[in-house]
C-alpha cells in the first residue's frame, strides 16, 4: 500500500538492524542518497551477496504506476541535477511518465507497476541510472491455446512500446526471441516481468517467470533453445524442491536465451515468522551454508533481520496519531547458475508497510 512516510525516513529508521556483514556503511550512504530523490515508495529493499565476505549490496524501490506519474517531474529533476552522468537515462524515464499516464495507452492499461534497481556497489557516483523491471498483465493467461495467444501478442506489444519509449533500439532477432519466451512462460505463469538495463548495450533483456513450477524450468528451457547446458544445472538446483515447488525463473535474452540462469526461492510473507532458534526458519539456510553458497555469519545477520517495527514518537513523520507497522522481511533468495561458475546466492531483504486493519 502507498505510504506517506519518507524512503530516506524509513531506512534511516532500520540502519541500526543491518548487520554490517551484509551492507556496508558505504553502501547504506549511497542508499541513503537515492533513498532521498524518491518520495513515493510501496516497497523497498536491498540484494546481498550470500557467498562472499565483502558486505556488497544494491538497492531496489518498488513503485505503482500512480506512485511513478504523482512523483516523477520531481524525482527526475532532482537525479539529473546530482547526477550528470545519466541524465539521459532520467529524461527517458520521464517520458515513461507521459505514455503510463495515458490511460488509453497499452502500457498504463497493462503495466501496474515497476521496479527501479540501483547497483549501488559499481556505482562511481551516487545516483547513477537504473535498471527497471516491469511487471506486465497480458490478461488471461495459462495452458488454454486462445487465451494464451492472446497473452503473448499482449506481452510482445507492450514490450515494443516500452522499448520504443525508452529509446532502446533492438533487432528484430531480440524481438523475436522475446516472443518465443512470451510463448513458452505464458502457459505456465499468470504475468511476467520484463527487464531493461538503461545504463548498459541494450543487446540483452531480462525475463522473469513468477510462480513458475520448478518442474516446469527444464520443459520450458528445451523449448526455447537454451544457450545452457543439457541438464540446465538440474543436479544443481532440484535441491530446491525439498523447500518449494515453485520459484521465479530469470533469462537474459538477446538473439538467444542466455545460459547464465536465475532462480528464486521466495519467502515474503512466511519470513516474518522466522525464529533463529527454530530449525525449519533456519532450514533453507542452514543448506546454503552447507553447500559453500552462505557464510554462516550472513545466514545469522539474515536471520536477525525480520520483524516489525514503527517509527519512533521522535521522528519527523510521526504524530500523535497510532504510526503503522513496517515489517523487515526476506523477499526471496536468488540462485544464480552459470557455465563453470560456482553457483551464487543473494538474498532480497524487503521493507513494506502493514496495511491499516478496517
Not at 542508499?31 to 524518491?38: C, Q, S
Not at 533463529?276 to 550472513?298: A, I
Not at 524487503?350 to 496495511?355: C, D, E, K, Q, Y
Request: with cysteine; aromatic share 8%.
Amino acid at each position: 500500500m502507498p505510504t506517506q512516510y519518507a524512503l530516506e525516513t524509513i531506512i534511516t529508521a532500520i540502519a541500526p538492524r543491518i548487520d554490517p556483514a551484509l551492507i556496508s556503511r558505504d553502501n547504506l550512504n549511497t542508499i541513503l542518497t537515492i533513498a532521498h530523490f524518491l518520495p513515493l515508495w510501496r516497497c523497498t529493499g536491498f540484494e546481498c551477496r550470500l557467498g562472499t565476505p565483502e558486505p556488497h549490496a544494491d538497492f531496489g524501490v518498488h513503485l505503482t504506476r500512480e506512485d511513478w506519474i504523482a512523483s516523477e517531474s520531481v524525482v527526475v529533476a532532482n537525479a539529473k541535477a546530482v547526477n550528470a552522468a545519466s541524465c539521459d537515462v532520467w529524461w527517458r524515464l520521464h517520458r515513461l511518465a507521459e505514455v503510463w499516464a495515458d490511460t488509453k495507452s497499452l502500457v498504463s492499461q497493462a503495466v501496474p507497476a515497476m521496479s527501479l534497481e540501483f547497483d549501488v556497489h559499481r556505482l562511481p557516483v551516487p545516483l547513477a541510472a537504473p535498471s527497471i523491471f516491469f511487471s506486465i498483465h497480458p490478461g488471461p493467461c495459462g495452458p488454454e491455446t486462445s487465451a494464451s495467444n492472446k497473452a503473448v501478442d499482449t506481452c510482445s506489444k507492450v514490450a515494443r512500446e516500452l522499448l520504443e519509449v525508452l529509446a532502446v533500439n533492438v533487432s528484430d532477432d531480440v524481438q523475436n526471441k522475446l516472443e518465443d519466451c512470451f510463448k513458452a512462460l505464458l502457459p505456465k505463469v499468470p504475468f511476467l516481468q520484463f527487464g531493461i538495463w538503461l545504463a548498459r548495450p541494450a543487446d540483452t533483456l531480462r525475463i522473469c517467470a513468477p510462480g513458475i513450477p520448478l518442474l516446469e524450468i527444464k520443459p520450458a528451457l528445451n523449448k526455447l533453445r537454451w544457450q545452457g547446458p543439457t541438464d540446465a544445472y538440474e543436479t544443481r538446483w532440484c535441491d530446491l524442491l525439498q523447500f518449494r515447488d515453485k520459484g521465479s525463473l530469470h533469462l537474459d535474452v538477446g538473439k538467444g536465451v542466455s545460459a547464465k540462469l536465475g532462480i528464486e526461492v521466495p519467502f515474503d510473507d512466511d519470513s516474518a515468522y522466522m525464529n533463529k532458534n527454530d530449525p525449519e526458519s533456519t532450514r533453507f539456510f542452514d543448506y546454503l551454508v552447507e553447500k559453500n553458497l552462505c557464510l554462516p555469519e550472513k545466514r545469522d545477520a539474515v536471520l536477525s533481520w525480520v520483524g516489525g517495527f514503527r517509527l519512533s514518537s521522535n521522528s519527523p513523520a510521526s504524530s500523535t496519531k497510532v504510526e503503522p507497522i513496517f515489517l523487515r522481511r526476506v523477499s526471496h533468495v536468488k540462485m544464480v547458475y552459470e557455465p563453470d561458475q560456482a553457483p551464487m546466492a543473494k538474498v532480497y531483504l524487503s521493507i513494506g508497510r502493514v496495511p491499516d486493519q478496517i
